[in-house]
């Protein structure tokens, strides 16, 4: 079965994207924000020749499922997932848009990722066996790689405009966005890892770490009335991008897990012992075929439904 070209660029009308992230472009509407997700895929911090067919959809629509699952916990940044409510450009361009797009509160985002965490994995195995705590965070002795913790743990990680986020302690963190908003994020984080680990698990998937993001609402509405609670969910939520994803029937502590994200892409780029640096490579049609399944798998468990 041949796949549908995956989108790597979009455009509203010949207006370009005021901004471009490795997998998202985002167009400006005054306070409100429209963020695209293309199909492009990054490894080992570049944006890959081959795009994903459909994995712009699955983030987006994933995300739109744990927006709307945990908006009691805290509030989002989402006004509408629907073309037909979008502005007038992208209105025109709502067969490209469909799926793949929201329309999203402007907020000022904070300078800080919030990364929650249920198993020993990733940087934080390597953390582990090097200081035996994960950012500040003591753990007991003698955990394997993958290992569940004894309870999740928040750490938190900047923000890196290129590259990998470098993680750091909640002191550092609490520097940059004030001990007030710290704890407050803190808390929301585990709050929403506690219900999508929980979810997911009860679907076959576990959520071994994830990170989420928070921005400021301005200090008033747009009436005029004062914001109580400027905090809000931003960006995207429990994606295969944003998460470590392992199938829980196959889990097995004492080593590296498979995953639903990028795992055929990183055993191929391995294999053909790239140098991580340019030239980037494309990817043959199979590991694009079986990526693209991983990331649809992910959908299908979490959201008991087919993709858009």
């Given at each position: 079965?041949?796949?549908?070209?995956?989108?790597?660029?979009?455009?509203?009308?010949?207006?370009?994207?005021?901004?471009?992230?490795?997998?998202?472009?985002?167009?400006?509407?005054?306070?409100?924000?429209?963020i695209?997700?293309?199909?492009?895929?990054?490894?080992?911090d570049?944006?890959?020749?081959?795009?994903?067919?459909?994995?712009?959809?699955?983030?987006?629509?994933?995300?739109?499922?744990?927006?709307?699952?945990?908006?009691?916990?805290?509030a989002?940044h989402?006004?509408s997932?629907?073309?037909?409510?979008f502005p007038?450009?992208?209105?025109?361009?709502?067969?490209?848009?469909?799926?793949?797009?929201?329309?999203?509160?402007?907020?000022e985002?904070?300078?800080?990722?919030c990364?929650?965490?249920?198993?020993?994995?990733?940087?934080?195995?390597?953390?582990?066996?090097?200081?035996?705590?994960?950012?500040g965070?003591?753990?007991?002795?003698?955990?394997?790689?993958?290992?569940?913790?004894?309870?999740?743990?928040?750490?938190?990680?900047?923000?890196?405009?290129?590259?990998?986020?470098?993680?750091?302690?909640?002191?550092?963190?609490?520097?940059?966005?004030?001990?007030?908003?710290?704890d407050?994020?803190?808390?929301?984080?585990?709050?929403?890892?506690?219900e999508?680990?929980?979810?997911?698990?009860?679907?076959?998937?576990?959520?071994?770490?994830?990170?989420?993001e928070?921005?400021?609402?301005?200090l008033?509405?747009?009436?005029?009335?004062?914001?109580?609670?400027?905090?809000i969910?931003?960006d995207?939520?429990?994606t295969?991008?944003?998460?470590?994803?392992?199938?829980?029937?196959?889990?097995?502590?004492?080593?590296?897990?498979?995953?639903?994200?990028?795992?055929?892409?990183?055993?191929y780029?391995?294999r053909?012992?790239?140098?991580?640096?340019?030239?980037?490579?494309?990817?043959?049609?199979?590991?694009v075929?079986?990526?693209r399944?991983k990331?649809?798998?992910?959908?299908?468990?979490?959201?008991?439904?087919?993709?858009?």
């Amino acid at each position: 079965m041949s796949l549908a070209s995956p989108i790597l660029q979009t455009t509203l009308a010949d207006r370009r994207p005021n901004r471009q992230g490795k997998v998202r472009d985002i167009y400006e509407f005054g306070n409100r924000l429209l963020i695209v997700a293309s199909d492009r895929i990054s490894a080992f911090d570049y944006i890959l020749g081959s795009g994903i067919p459909d994995k712009g959809k699955v983030l987006t629509q994933i995300s739109a499922f744990w927006f709307e699952r945990t908006k009691s916990i805290v509030a989002n940044h989402v006004l509408s997932t629907e073309p037909t409510e979008f502005p007038g450009e992208a209105r025109r361009a709502a067969e490209l848009l469909s799926g793949r797009s929201m329309l999203v509160r402007r907020t000022e985002p904070l300078p800080i990722e919030c990364v929650a965490r249920g198993y020993l994995s990733g940087s934080g195995w390597k953390d582990y066996v090097a200081t035996g705590q994960v950012c500040g965070v003591r753990l007991p002795a003698g955990l394997r790689e993958s290992d569940r913790l004894p309870r999740p743990i928040f750490t938190p990680a900047t923000k890196a405009e290129s590259g990998h986020d470098i993680n750091i302690t909640e002191e550092e963190a609490a520097k940059r966005v004030g001990r007030r908003v710290l704890d407050r994020v803190r808390d929301l984080t585990l709050r929403l890892y506690a219900e999508g680990s929980a979810h997911a698990e009860s679907r076959g998937i576990i959520v071994a770490d994830t990170k989420f993001e928070f921005g400021l609402l301005p200090l008033e509405d747009d009436d005029g009335r004062p914001v109580e609670d400027r905090i809000i969910l931003i960006d995207e939520a429990l994606t295969p991008d944003s998460s470590r994803f392992w199938p829980l029937d196959g889990y097995s502590p004492g080593g590296a897990q498979p995953s639903f994200d990028k795992q055929f892409v990183r055993d191929y780029l391995e294999r053909i012992q790239w140098n991580k640096r340019p030239p980037v490579p494309s990817l043959p049609d199979d590991v694009v075929a079986k990526t693209r399944e991983k990331y649809l798998e992910a959908f299908r468990r979490l959201t008991g439904r087919e993709l858009e």
